[in-house]
């Protein structure tokens, strides 16, 4: 089981995430977020990652030049795509930067199945998350979760990851439904937007190895 903290803010929930065996921790550069980072400051944060931890920027639809900004500032392994960038950009975007490219597909029913199988074709890995409702104040990171079982059964072509209103509580079960090898968390191990809690880290990285 991979685990993957997304929206770091500050040094405590770095090291938690860190000190909980995480495989993945995130950064979110996205204005209205808040859980938003500036270049300089994810360096920071990214300079206490002990060797081996996947630092992932998460930008939603980002032109190069805000790319280029991030990844001369901050030493980041891998990039995932929140937005809605098409196959044809998660290629360019490979080819351009070099780094594995993580494609966030939206899940609210069996219509948006297909996207996934698209995606797969061009990106390294997948992000399958909660599709936002209309009016949602985020692209993600709302802690809504959608019916896991949609997922049962199905395979992709490249590895992916299950999100969207995991918890320490609920994780274990989101396992068993969908089969998940990897899963990610925000909001659910928060004590408040944008900060982390590490009890709750601790809790969450726990109850997903124990359903592995
Ligand atoms: O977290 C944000 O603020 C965010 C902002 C804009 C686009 C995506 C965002 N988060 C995406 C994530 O990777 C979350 O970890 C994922 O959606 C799950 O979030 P949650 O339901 O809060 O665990």
Redesign the pocket.
Known sequence: MRV?I??LTEPEGLRAAAGAGAAYV?F?F?A?????VAPAEAARLAALAPAGLCKVA?T?DADDAALEAILEAAPIDML?L??AETPERVAQLRERFGLPVMK?VGVADEGDLPAIAEHARAADQL?I??RPPRGAA????????FDWRLLQGRRWAVPWML?????PENVAEAVRLTGARQV???????RAP?IKDPARIAAFVRAAAAAA
């Not at 999100?163 to 918890?167: D, E, K, N």
């Open positions: 993957k997304c929206g995130g979110v996205f209205r977020s808040p859980r938003n998460l939603v995932q929140h937005g966030a992000l998350d909660a985020l692209p993600g990171g709302n802690g809504l979760s999100a969207g209103g995991l918890t990610d968390v925000s909001s659910g191990v928060e944008g």
